[in-house]
C-alpha cells in the first residue's frame, strides 16, 4: 500500500536531549513538509522540501533541524534548542504541483520530560 | 502575516443539519490551491474537497461543497445533513503557485448535537 509513514507514534525524552522522528513515502512525491500542532491549536510549517536535497524554513524553524538525502525521507530532528518541543508532529508529502492535496502521515506525540 | 483565517474557533450542529465553516486567505499570487481537512479526536488528516483559483465553479464531494468567493478571498465549507461522526477539527489551508508550501488556519471545532 502506498502510503506515508511517521515512526515512532509516542516518543518520550528528557530535557536537553535531540530527537529524530522519521517520515517516510512511497507515494512517489517531490515534496515533503514538517508541522507542528500544539492542543487544541492549528498546523504551524517547520520545514518544507520541494526536491532532494532541499529544503526551506517554514514559520517556526528555530531549534528544529531537517534533512532531505533521499526522495522518500524527510527526517525531522528536535534539538535541546527547541525551548518547549512537547507537541504533535505530523508529516505530510504531495506532488511538485501547487493544485494537489498534500497526504499526512499519522503523527508523532512527542513529550520532553 | 496569517494567511489563512478561520474566525470560528467552534460550532456547533443539530444532526441532519446543514453548517457552513468560514475561511478567508491572502495572497497575491493568481495561482493558488484551497484545501479543507478534517481532523478526528484520533489525529489523523483527512483531505476533504479543493478548490483550484482558476476554478469557476464551485467544488463539490458528496456532502461536502466549497462555497469559492474569489474577490472576497473566501473559501467556506459547507457540510450538509451533519452526522454525529462530523464533529472533528476542520481546517482550511492553502498552497501557493510559486513557494508551494501549504499553510493552515487555526481549525474550527465542529459539534454535531443529537
Known amino acids: 500500500d502506498g502510503g506515508i509513514t511517521q515512526s515512532p507514534k509516542y516518543l518520550f525524552r528528557k530535557e536537553g536531549q535531540n530527537v529524530t522522528l522519521s517520515c517516510e513515502q512511497n507515494l512517489n512525491h517531490d515534496a515533503m513538509y514538517w508541522y507542528r500542532q500544539d492542543p487544541g491549536q492549528g498546523l504551524r510549517l517547520i520545514y518544507y522540501?520541494?526536491?532532494?536535497?532541499?529544503?526551506q524554513k517554514g514559520d517556526i524553524a528555530e531549534g528544529y533541524s531537517v534533512s532531505r538525502e533521499k526522495k522518500e525521507s524527510f527526517p525531522l530532528t528536535v534539538t535541546s534548542a527547541q525551548k518547549n518541543p512537547t507537541a504533535f508532529y505530523l508529516c505530510?508529502?504531495?506532488?511538485?504541483?501547487?493544485?494537489?492535496?498534500?497526504?499526512f502521515g499519522q503523527g508523532t506525540r512527542l513529550t520532553v520530560v | 502575516a496569517q494567511k489563512i483565517t478561520q474566525t470560528q474557533p467552534g460550532m456547533f450542529v443539530q444532526e441532519k443539519e446543514a453548517v457552513t465553516l468560514d475561511c478567508t486567505y491572502d495572497t497575491s499570487d493568481q495561482s493558488y490551491g484551497l484545501f479543507w481537512y478534517k481532523q478526528p479526536s484520533s489525529g489523523e488528516m483527512i483531505f476533504l474537497i479543493y478548490?483550484?483559483?482558476?476554478?469557476?465553479q464551485n467544488a463539490t464531494e458528496g456532502r461536502y461543497s466549497l462555497n469559492f468567493q474569489k474577490a472576497r478571498k473566501s473559501a467556506n465549507l459547507v457540510i450538509s445533513a451533519s452526522q454525529l461522526g462530523d464533529s472533528a477539527m476542520y481546517f482550511c489551508a492553502m498552497r501557493e503557485g510559486p513557494q508551494n508550501d501549504m499553510r493552515f488556519g487555526a481549525g474550527t471545532r465542529l459539534t454535531v448535537k443529537p
Open positions: 505530510a508529502s504531495s506532488t511538485g504541483a501547487w493544485n494537489t492535496e498534500a497526504f
Open positions: 478548490q483550484g483559483s482558476y476554478d469557476e
Open positions: 522540501s520541494q526536491i532532494v536535497n532541499d529544503f
